[in-house]
């Protein structure tokens, strides 16, 4: 059990550029999940993957905002045309098939846009 | 929709006092209930769960019962120590046939030696 790994650590970008994180899940892991967390905030559901069908997606989720998992393996986030208020805390978490399994979380993927 | 609410902290205390941190939720159908925890400068982990009515969950000594008649999940600890400063997080796992866990917005504990 390597652990939810994530990439990169920390990006600063100016606004307007784009901007893709990568998360490698637990290798028997089948769910894959996105979560943004902002300072003194719980973790903000933006989507999740049962391998490689995404299944969710939040309604407060802008159109800007795009998650891939091919193969059902590692996923990415990419943000396009990033505003000021994207800047948050990016998180990562997988779990395996099992309807109340719990979650192994990323060290997460701290976004700053200047 | 599903949601959960937690007390604001920060909460302080003493080394070796009782801690509470109330937590209560809203959801349709049966949810299963979890606390997660994040210490400082690492991820969040999960600390306990419980799965249905008057289940209680337990780890490290903290505890927390389902109470399905009052919807809360009150996460407690008899006696505290400094290495138990941390941000506690409960969540639950939506009920509506998704797989959508749902967060809390947190309670940042410091315990004072």
């Known amino acids: 059990d390597t652990g939810v790994s994530q990439d990169p650590r920390h990006k600063i970008t100016k606004r307007g550029q784009n901007v893709t994180f990568r998360c490698d899940p637990i290798s028997e892991h089948n769910r894959l999940y996105w979560y943004r967390q902002t300072l003194g905030q719980g973790p903000e559901f933006l989507t999740y993957f049962q391998n490689e069908a995404q299944l969710e997606k939040s309604r407060l989720l802008s159109d800007r905002f795009s998650a891939e998992r091919p193969k059902g393996s590692f996923s990415t986030l990419e943000i396009q045309r990033t505003e000021q208020g994207d800047s948050a805390m990016y998180l990562c978490?997988?779990?395996?098939?099992?309807?109340?399994?719990?979650?192994?979380f990323g060290s997460g993927t701290q976004l700053s846009v200047l | 929709g599903d949601s959960v609410t937690q007390m604001e902290g920060p909460v302080t205390l003493s080394e070796e006092a009782f801690l509470t941190i109330n937590c209560t939720y809203t959801a349709t159908g049966y949810p299963s209930l979890f606390w997660y925890v994040q210490y400082p400068g690492e991820g969040l982990q999960l600390l306990l769960k419980?799965?249905?009515?008057?289940d209680k969950g337990s780890n490290k000594g903290f505890e927390a019962t389902y109470r399905k008649e009052t919807t809360s999940f009150h996460l407690e600890k008899g006696s505290v120590q400094v290495s138990d400063s941390a941000v506690y997080f409960c969540?639950?796992?939506?009920?509506?046939?998704?797989?959508?866990?749902?967060f809390g917005t947190g309670t940042r504990l410091k315990v004072l030696a």
């Open positions: 969540a639950l796992i939506a009920t509506s046939g998704t797989y959508k866990y749902i």
């Open positions: 978490a997988s779990s395996w098939t099992g309807y109340k399994e719990k979650l192994f």
């Open positions: 419980a799965t249905k009515a008057d």
